[in-house]
Antibody
Framework: EVQLLESGGGLVQPGGSLRLSCVAS????????MSWVRQAPGKGLEWVSG????????YYADSVKGRFTISRDNSKNTLYLQMNSLRVEDTAVYYC?????????????????WGQGTMVIVSS | QSVLTQPPSASGTPGQRVTISCSGS????????ENWYQQLPGTAPKLLIY???QRPSGVPDRFSGSKSGTSASLAISGLQSEDEADYYC???????????FGGGTKLTVL
């Protein structure tokens, strides 16, 4: 079964850091670009960051550029999101999502598999 | 303010046909494939329609997508109570060089 399982969320003070992980199973992880998408409480979906299948290309929303770092370890089938200098407005459920295409390159908005999400709360 | 514009709400009675619109521009819907996601209460989003009008395996043919110019629509026929959910459109944006989502439409089955 194709599956994504996130972890690493929690409560952190403004200015703090968290590292999210997303373990993939049931597919050839390195063949697919991956993304992080977040959803603030009661709000819509917001793309946060994306990475190519090889990990050689990374992309960020302006709202997180310079603070968040996406990476992947294809030997461990794991996607990461290092979040630094966290702000109250970063409070959200963070989902990892798999690209539909097996091209490995990044450049679409078609996410066929989503994890269950991990909650990040930034509050003092 | 979302790059793609959706109505915040829609409603219908069981058996009816409802449509949800998504308006964009030449840098996103006008050039790239449109996708639709369904998010049931308390769950992760699910891919419902991709490449404007394709359904992933397991998605009932009651759901259909269409596109014209810089706008797209999701149609749901034979509305059922379990269709009550939030629906999001999404497309690649060539100006932002990123995926963009609509603000979401909450569908209520009366």
């Amino acid at each position: 079964e194709v599956q994504l399982l996130e972890s690493g969320g929690g409560l952190v003070q403004p200015g703090g850091s968290l590292r999210l992980s997303c373990v993939a199973s049931g597919f050839t992880f390195s063949s697919y670009a991956m993304s992080w998408v977040r959803q603030a409480p009661g709000k819509g979906l917001e793309w946060v960051s994306g990475i190519s299948g090889s990990g050689g290309a990374t992309y960020y929303a302006d709202s997180v550029k310079g603070r968040f770092t996406i990476s992947r370890d294809n030997s461990k089938n794991t996607l990461y999101l290092q979040m630094n200098s966290l702000r109250v407005e970063d409070t959200a459920v963070y989902y990892c999502a798999k690209d539909l295409s097996a091209s490995g390159s990044y450049g679409g908005a078609t996410f066929d598999i989503w994890g269950q999400g991990t909650m990040v709360i930034v509050s003092s | 303010q979302s790059v793609l514009t959706q109505p915040p709400s829609a409603s219908g009675t069981p058996g009816q046909r409802v449509t949800i619109s998504c308006s964009g521009s030449s840098s996103n819907i006008g050039t790239y494939n449109e996708n639709w996601y369904q998010q049931l209460p308390g769950t992760a989003p699910k891919l419902l329609i991709y490449s404007d009008n394709q359904r992933p395996s397991g998605v009932p043919d009651r759901f259909s997508g269409s596109k014209s110019g810089t706008s797209a629509s999701l149609a749901i026929s034979g509305l059922q109570s379990e269709d009550e959910a939030d629906y999001y459109c999404a497309a690649w944006d060539d100006t932002l060089k990123s995926p963009v989502f609509g603000g979401g439409t909450k569908l209520t089955v009366l």
